[in-house]
Structures are given as structure tokens and as C-alpha cells.
């Protein structure tokens, strides 16, 4: 296996590399050479990277990486439910960002459209409908929490995305200004290249390397 290293603490020998398989690996040496942006070999073993080889001392090629398919709105949103319901670590590009942004409102105005025709019913034409309408508003606060997670989880991979940590999200908590900033970093491209969080999400177009423009 063969990647680039995106880390290392020379006083701890720890370290971690994206691999070109796109996913990351620790790892612990104190051979020579090992420093960010670095090509290296290495074994896989459990989850970590062993027998690390530096691949040259010279500068480094433009690395590569593969394509991922452009999983379009719905797709992106699917994922965020799904696989990637609680996963705070990689990054998201602005379109799986938006898409996640999007549905989730959709889905909450939907749901809160019977609430408004139960209310209508239990005034205009006489209904007792609270208890249904109690019932549906419940359900509706159960949809809307399901989402908080995934919600948080992608707003944290977009930050990853634009180089930021992902505790900066907590600035959102601040009133009026953290909402703002939030919504200024969720616009900002990708930051191009790999960075501590992973390769740079990609669309559907062809290899891409550090230099290509952000998704």
C-alpha cells in the first residue's frame, strides 16, 4: 500500500497517512524522512500502517486521486442518514453539505403540514382533534431530532473540509454572529488538496490532483 503522510509528531514518533485507497492510517516510527506531504509504502495490519519506506527525498509529485461519483441531492442526503449518520471525521464538499441542508427542511415543513390541517379541522369544522394533533406534533419533534445528528456530523466533515477543526462548529452557539459564521464557512470551496482530515472530496469529473480546483 502507498500513501502520504499527513502528520507526524517527531517527539512521539505518531503519525498518519492517507492512503490511496483513501482511507487513513496511524502510525508510529522514528525512521528518517517521515514529514507531512511525504510519499510513503507501507503494510497494513489491523488498522495501522507498518515497515514505513519513504519513496523519495526529492520534491513530491502532484498526488492523485481517484474520482467518487457525484451522488447528486437526494444521494448525498441518503448518505448522511445512513452511513454516515454519526461520522464527524473526513470531509464533505459544499454539494453534500447543501443537499443534507435542503432535504432536512423539506422534511420538516412536510411534516408539520398535517399539524396545520388537524388545526383547521378542530376549528373550522368542529373536529376534536388535539389528541391527534398532539400526537403528530410528537412525531414530527422525534423526525426533527433524528436529523440532529447527522446534521451536526456533516456540518463538522465541512469544516474539515476548508482546513477548520471541527470544534469550531461550537462558535454557532454564539447568537447572531455564530450563526453567520456558520453559514459564511458552509459557502467556502474546498481547501484544495489533502489536509489532516483526508483527501479533498471529489465530483464526478476526472483525476484530480492538489492543484485542481475545489469541489
Known sequence: MRGEILSYDPTTGDGLISGDDLQRYAFTSAAAGLEPGRRVDFVVQDGQALSLMVLRDGPLPPAVYPPEPDLGLWGYFVRCVTDLYIQGHGRARRKEYWSFALFQFLITVIAFMPVIGLAIADA??????????????????????????????????????????????????????????????????????????????????SLQTRQDRPA
Open 124 to 205: 373550522e369544522m368542529g373536529y376534536d382533534m388535539e389528541a391527534w394533533g398532539m400526537a403528530w406534533v410528537c412525531l414530527v419533534i422525534l423526525v426533527y431530532l433524528a436529523l440532529v445528528a447527522p446534521g451536526i456530523a456533516v456540518t463538522i466533515r465541512r469544516f474539515h473540509d476548508v482546513g477548520f477543526s471541527g470544534w469550531m462548529i461550537l462558535i454557532g452557539l454564539i447568537p447572531y454572529v455564530g450563526g453567520l459564521f456558520v453559514f459564511i464557512v458552509s459557502l467556502l470551496p474546498s481547501q484544495p488538496g489533502a489536509n489532516v482530515h483526508g483527501a479533498p472530496p471529489k465530483g464526478s469529473s
